[in-house]
């Protein structure tokens, strides 16, 4: 009996230890998303693309060997009345081939220089997604505790009516009390009831957001920390321009592609160029003629080689086309670079007005805070003593309750901005 207790609350505590969330810190999720995100893992995934493309472009400059056999039989019955009997004649080869390119007018370096870049993007395209996760992670990691500190507001609000409800019901019974203020208490309990229900389905939207970032939707976990943060003025624009310029990896990856597309017109505008090229094979060739009822077999070592000169000098203006279109991407990757670089400027502004904004909010909600405390303070004691009426407690408390609510969502705004300042400059978790 004993065993079978001691292996129940084994069991019990073995289930209750599985169920307990985990709880993670901001840099552990962000840790996570490092590893599990599945952008990021797309974005190396990729690099894998690129390094085939880049083998794949370098083997046109490399030889190219290539084993042929053949085994067949010929007949042709046109030469009957000629020579009053046909022949059939049997042939066997077996050749290994040669083709090396020695000259194409430029246009194997350009590929390989273009795969080259190739290779570079991918670098930039992992920056990119790893960067744009950190930040989307930390802004929802800030979302989710907003909804906690939220929801206990609300229950803290909540509990309060409760108290007040308790309290009128107590001078009702005393007598001291009308059916109005018990029934206005009553309400007031009531509608406090929704905002904890709202802020409860915030926390589990939020946290299914957080889960499905970090590529962890089968965990179970939950986040520690409190909303607290220090205002602090972002870098001056020019500064976090130049920075956001050079660092960002946008603009790093699309000036890359740049010179992609340079490359591609050189590999255009030589299609109709000449090129030369070393071919050759070498091999054993047998030749089997029968005729009437006799055999002749000859068989030996063949080889070729040989250098040949292809100039397609017109194609129908093919070549012409093709280098039009080519020059015609490349300016619009250029304008593309241009309107990135506005854009760049555009995301730096709003970020820093959104930061030096929640600043401001913050140190002029501090103080306001403490004062509607201690206005709800007075406004309580002054209604227990018969001194306040209802409805300038139910203002103190809404007044405070207000304060708190746009003080968080005014940190919360700051630590947002402060992330998305340093993702709009292009240095999000590569400060070290």
């Not at 690099?47 to 010929?74: D, I, T």
């Not at 001078?171 to 206005?184: N, S």
């Not at 406004?379 to 003080?407: C, P």
């Amino acid at each position: 009996m004993i065993r079978i207790c001691m292996t129940f609350f084994a069991v019990l505590l073995a289930t209750q230890a599985l169920a307990a969330p985990r709880l993670l810190t901001l840099d552990e999720a962000l840790a996570i998303a490092a590893d599990k995100n599945r952008d990021i893992l797309k974005a190396r995934e990729y690099a894998n693309y690129v390094q085939g493309r880049y083998v794949e472009e370098r083997s046109v400059a490399l030889p190219q060997l290539a084993l042929n056999g053949g085994f067949g039989y010929s007949k042709d019955d046109s030469t009957k009345a000629l020579y009053g009997n046909t022949s059939l004649q049997a042939s066997r080869t077996v050749d290994l081939s040669l083709s090396q390119p020695l000259y194409t007018w430029g246009k194997i370096g350009a590929a390989i220089r273009a795969a080259e870049v190739g290779l570079q993007t991918a670098d930039q395209q992992l920056r990119l997604y790893r960067q744009t996760a950190l930040r989307d992670v930390a802004i929802v990691f800030y979302d989710l505790l907003l909804a906690k500190e939220l929801q206990r507001l609300a229950q803290e609000n909540l509990a309060q009516k409760k108290r007040h409800q308790q309290e009128a019901h107590r001078k009702f019974e005393a007598g001291v009390a009308t059916d109005y203020d018990m029934l206005a208490a009553d309400v007031e309990v009531e509608n406090a009831r929704p905002e904890v229900i709202r802020t409860a389905n915030a926390i589990r939207t939020t946290t299914e957001k957080l889960r499905f970032l970090l590529g962890a939707e089968q965990e179970h976990f939950d986040v520690s920390g409190r909303i607290e943060v220090i205002p602090e003025e972002p870098p001056q624009f020019d500064a976090a321009l130049a920075v956001a310029l050079d660092k960002r990896p946008e603009l790093a990856d699309l000036r890359l592609r740049i010179g992609i597309y340079r490359e591609l017109v050189t590999i255009a505008a030589a299609d109709d160029k000449p090129r030369l090229d070393l071919k050759g094979a070498a091999g054993w060739h047998q030749l089997e003629l029968r005729n009437n009822g006799l055999t002749t077999r000859s068989d030996g070592p063949a080889w070729n080689l040989g250098v040949y000169l292809s100039f397609p000098f017109f194609d129908g203006l093919k070549s012409s086309g093709k280098t039009q279109q080519a020059r015609s991407d490349l300016r619009t990757k250029q304008i593309e670079e241009l309107k990135l670089k506005d854009s760049v400027s555009l995301e730096l502004r709003t970020a820093r007005y959104a930061q030096i904004e929640s600043a401001e909010i913050i140190r002029a909600l501090s103080g306001t805070v403490r004062q509607a405390q201690r206005l709800l303070h007075m406004s309580e004691k002054g209604f227990e003593y018969g001194v306040k009426t209802r409805l300038e407690v139910d203002d103190a408390q809404t007044s405070l309750l207000r304060a708190e609510s746009n003080l968080l969502r005014a940190m919360r705004d700051h630590l947002a901005a402060k992330v998305t300042m340093q993702w709009s400059m292009g240095v999000l978790g590569e400060e070290q």
